[in-house]
């Protein structure tokens, strides 16, 4: 158990509709990240947050937002979604500094249908 | 560009034999961070061991080890005494930034499947 949860585990929905995942990070960690892995692909980092702020963005569409709350749990919208944005989300967390490891959650399994 | 490049789709190695994991990467920063992780068929991603831009040491976590060659931006994995539960994906990743923010790029993975 990394420390790091996500809910839900699973969600499927239609295409067009609005899905909200949810991360809580470890405890202390206040940075978070999102991933999105598709199919046999690899990690594709979509977005950081650190402490309340975002601060790195990666290949994020303009349908999908985050945000990070005071509590340090983060929230990882999508909408307008697409039979494409099917995928496995990640959220991980970690430490300040170059070299902290990663945590990561068990994911959310999205199915667009 | 920032990339991660991992060659080898997929590997087969014999039970209680080493196996090395090939990743190469390529950037412009001066500090930065390598990581492995390791991905069950279950869907955890499972961290292994990290090298930073300026460790002259290889890092090592008990069996595995991280074959880090500067020069040639090279971060091979190297795992020692393969286990059948070894067989996963495993995933190179760099991480480059500073004062908190930070960005990870992750290579295709390389699928292991370890013969008994």
């Known amino acids: 158990d990394s420390g790091v949860t996500q809910t839900p585990k699973h969600l499927i929905t239609a295409t067009g509709q609005r899905v909200t995942l949810r991360c809580s990070p470890r405890s202390g960690d206040l940075s978070v990240y999102w991933y999105q892995q598709s199919l046999d692909q690899g990690l594709q980092f979509l977005i950081q947050?650190?402490?309340?702020?975002?601060?790195a963005k990666g290949n994020i569409l303009e349908r999908f937002s985050a945000q990070q709350f005071p509590d340090l749990h983060s929230e990882l919208n999508l909408s307008s979604l697409e039979l494409g944005d099917s995928a496995l989300y990640f959220c991980?967390?970690?430490?300040?500094?170059?070299?902290?490891?990663?945590?990561f959650g068990p994911g959310t399994r999205l199915t667009v249908t | 560009a920032q990339k991660i490049t991992q060659t080898q789709p997929g590997m087969f190695v014999q039970e209680k034999e080493a196996v090395t994991l090939d990743c190469t990467y390529d950037?412009?920063?001066?500090?930065?961070?390598l990581f492995w992780y390791k991905q069950p068929s279950s869907g955890e991603m499972i961290f292994l061991i990290y090298q930073g831009s300026y460790d002259e040491q290889n890092a090592t976590e008990g069996r595995y080890s991280l074959n880090f060659q500067k020069a040639r931006k090279s971060a091979n994995l190297v795992i020692s005494a393969s286990q059948l539960g070894d067989s996963a994906m495993y995933f190179c990743?760099?991480?480059?930034?500073?004062?908190?923010?930070?960005?990870?790029?992750f290579g295709t993975g390389t699928r292991l499947k370890v013969l008994a």
């Open positions: 950037t412009s920063d001066q500090s930065y961070g």
């Open positions: 991980a967390s970690s430490e300040a500094g170059l070299s902290a490891e990663q945590y």
């Open positions: 990743a760099m991480r480059e930034g500073s004062s908190g923010t930070y960005k990870y790029i």
């Open positions: 947050y650190y402490n309340g702020e975002e601060r």
